[in-house]
């Protein structure tokens, strides 16, 4: 064999190589994008048949959010999130939140089969990856689970939606901006309470408890130059529902998910 057709071989296997990884990393790319586009907000998988299923499903959703998000940058799913985004994906699971605290050690109680046979669990995590842990609870009392049923009966119409932060300003006009905008002229002339603060990186953070039709709604509004999307208005967790203060609105208004200090 010549020198000419040594190279003319190396030459063919390296572009067969080459081919052949643009070839996968595609196939992975448009598996990333099918699989967005095929679930709601957060990457969550849709209702789960089972308690334990939607159990495991929350711990697999929390996860997700807390990891790096692979083909999806700026993106809610890996990256930073609200506590929105955990109602949201507590409540797709056929669950409601009983209660979420904390920020670098977060707690968060559920209650699954709300509408027959309630089971609870109880999920720790920290904003590193795959540190979500979860252990069965007790349930609260006939009067947490009726109420949890009436959150879960509510409709998501313009609760729970992302948005990017620049779409409403952190102010008072923003609140109402934002709750004129998801859910209708009902919330013209409702009533809130607002409390304000700063993020770490020093931008403005407004936050509010606001009740609509007996349902208590926290808002976070503030701005970020990282961040594309995330969910500004949602309903409180159940232990959060009677009082329905801006104080608890405040305690609720964390950014979860990849480094908070880098966040607006």
Do not use: K
């Not at 994008?33 to 959703?61: F, Y």
Request: aromatic share 6%; charged share 10%; proline share 8%.
């Amino acid at each position: 064999m010549t020198d000419h057709s040594r190279v003319e071989r190396v030459i063919r296997n390296v572009v067969v190589a080459v081919v052949a990884l643009i070839l996968v990393f595609y196939g992975l790319m448009a598996w990333g994008l099918h699989s967005r586009a095929s679930t709601p907000v957060g990457g969550r998988p849709g209702t789960s048949a089972t308690p334990s299923g939607a159990a495991a499903a929350i711990t697999a959703d929390l996860n997700g959010d807390l990891n790096s998000g692979f083909l999806s940058p700026g993106q809610t799913y890996g990256g930073p999130f609200t506590q929105g985004t955990v109602v949201d994906q507590v409540e797709s699971h056929g669950g409601v939140v009983l209660s979420m605290r904390g920020l670098t050690q977060s707690s968060l109680t559920v209650m699954l089969g709300v509408g027959s046979a309630p089971t609870c669990s109880t999920y720790s995590f920290t904003l590193t990856h795959d540190s979500t842990q979860q252990q069965p609870s007790p349930c609260p009392g006939g009067t947490a689970t009726q109420l949890a049923r009436t959150l879960l009966a509510q409709p998501t119409t313009g609760r729970q939606q992302s948005a990017a932060p620049a779409a409403y300003p952190p102010t008072v006009a923003g609140v109402r901006t934002l709750l004129l905008a998801e859910l209708g002229s009902q919330a013209a002339t409702v009533p809130f309470a607002t409390a304000a603060t700063t993020a770490p990186t020093g931008t403005p953070v407004l936050v509010a408890a606001v009740r609509v039709h007996g349902i208590c709604d926290f808002v976070r509004l503030g701005t970020s130059t990282t961040i594309s999307s995330w969910v500004p208005l949602w309903p409180a967790p159940v232990d959060d529902q009677t009082s329905c203060t801006p104080a608890q609105a405040l305690a609720a208004g964390n950014l979860y998910g990849s480094d908070p200090a880098l966040e607006g």
